[in-house]
């Protein structure tokens, strides 16, 4: 089969990494891909947005499949063109991917439907948000309603943060249109873990959790990121746990999807919050989350290829999907100043380096001049497998001592919950 990647991240890079270990696929292509996917496929010059091109090359090339890795091109309604072109897509369509598109549409959702979720009310009006926000005092959790990258979010733990928070937001629009609407929530405590799932309709086939680490310093400390490394296992929630959550949320959204005429066919992210009265959703995605993908995919053992043909068929009840016991853990190293302001074009040396001990997946990179260099906020996920989550997380920092470019940062402290609590 010839498949078509769309998208230019570390989760695309990881999704191609995998596909390309199937017996069954004949030629993988990404849109536009980076310099680590080019050594698996062929790279298309044409962007994730451009979808009347992308459907144009899929016709082309006669492309079997085509899986979309990001969020725009989903919200934008990629999947619905497709279908209407003919071609076989993986993915949810612009309807059902305003789970992630709108928080206030995915809040609306949980509280009719009684998921469990925070405290929440939803404003267009900056003055009414910043009324809120004084009335209900801090902790709080301000949010932009829209897409803004996974950097929409702050948790303010003083009343002048949620208030800067509105300000940036609503009248800066540092976010854009994403800005217009916030969400503002109560204050959960507890601790946070990630369930991605194949979704095809009300059939739902949860992958093994993972834990990201979103702030960008260690300790959790300073800005929100995309995420600066993840792990899988998490060894402190029981499976019990897992299947509480699939039970008690991810079943019941996806139900609920159907039920609002939406029904969601693709990759579910479940982002939750395991409190003291039970876990709750912070967030979902309509796509694979970066970097929860890169160490999600190393641990399936069913062909990722017949899971994507499953899905479109509508026979992913049918399919039986296994995972590997090993752990895995994903370190993200980015750069200089990320999440803010960062430069570009530094050269990436020892690469060649690593060897076996990891996988290197390309996010922000580019090829200029025959040399790799950065091209974005979060540039490499250095991720290794072991028998144990110490194992893997081991592996992982030794490659990342291999690997350099000026000004690159990387926290030192991924997956360390696991280890304290259960030495593993």
């Not at 005092?137 to 301000?142: D, R, T």
């Not at 369930?195 to 093994?208: E, Q, R």
Request: hydrophobic share 40%; proline share 4%.
């Amino acid at each position: 089969m010839k498949v078509l990647i769309i998208g230019s991240g570390g989760r695309e890079h990881a999704i191609v990494w995998k596909l390309s270990q199937s017996s069954k696929v004949e030629k993988i292509y990404c849109a536009p891909g980076n310099a680590g996917i080019a050594e698996l496929a062929e790279c298309v010059p044409i962007g994730a947005m451009e979808i009347e091109k992308l459907a144009a090359f899929a016709k082309e090339a006669k492309i079997d499949l085509t899986f979309v890795g990001p969020e725009d091109p989903l919200l934008a309604g990629i999947v619905d063109y497709f279908e209407e072109q003919g071609l076989s897509v993986f993915g949810p369509k612009k309807e059902a991917a305003l789970i992630e598109g709108s928080k206030t549409f995915a809040k609306d959702l949980m509280k009719k439907y009684a998921i469990p979720t925070a405290k929440y009310e939803s404003f267009d009006s900056y003055e009414e948000a910043l009324a809120y926000v004084r009335q209900e005092g801090a902790p709080i959790v301000v949010k932009a309603d829209g897409l803004a990258a996974g950097k929409g979010v702050t948790v303010a733990f003083k009343l002048e943060e949620a208030e800067v928070a509105l300000q940036h937001i609503m009248k800066d629009e540092i976010f854009g249109s994403a800005g217009a609407r916030v969400v503002i929530e109560e204050f959960l405590q507890g601790e946070e873990m990630t369930l991605l799932s194949f979704v095809d309709g009300t059939t739902v086939k949860p992958m093994v959790p993972s834990q990201d680490h979103k702030p960008v310093y260690d300790d959790d400390k300073g800005p929100n990121t995309g995420g600066m490394g993840t792990y899988s296992p998490v060894p402190h929630m029981p499976e019990s746990l897992v299947e509480q959550i699939v039970k008690d949320i991810v079943v019941p959204t996806a139900e609920a999807m159907v039920k609002e005429g939406c029904s969601f066919r693709g990759i579910l992210y479940t982002g939750l919050i395991i409190t003291k009265e039970g876990p709750k959703v912070i967030e979902y995605n309509a796509r694979f989350g970066d970097p929860e993908t890169q160490v999600v995919l190393p641990r399936l053992k069913t062909d990722l290829l017949d899971v994507l043909i499953a899905g479109v068929a509508g026979e992913l009840d049918n399919l039986d999907v296994q995972w590997k016991e090993e752990a895995a853990v994903c370190v993200i190293m980015a750069s200089g100043g990320y999440p803010g302001s960062y430069e570009k074009g530094k050269e990436i040396t020892g690469l060649d380096q690593v060897g076996d001990q990891a996988m290197v997946f390309h996010a922000g990179t580019e090829l200029k001049d025959g040399k790799v260099v950065t091209n974005g906020g979060r540039v490499l996920g250095v991720t290794s497998i072991g028998q144990s989550v110490k194992e893997a997380r081991d592996a992982a920092y030794q490659a990342v001592q291999q690997i350099s470019f000026d000004g690159a940062h990387y926290r030192k402290d991924i997956a360390k919950k696991a280890l304290v609590r259960h030495d593993l």
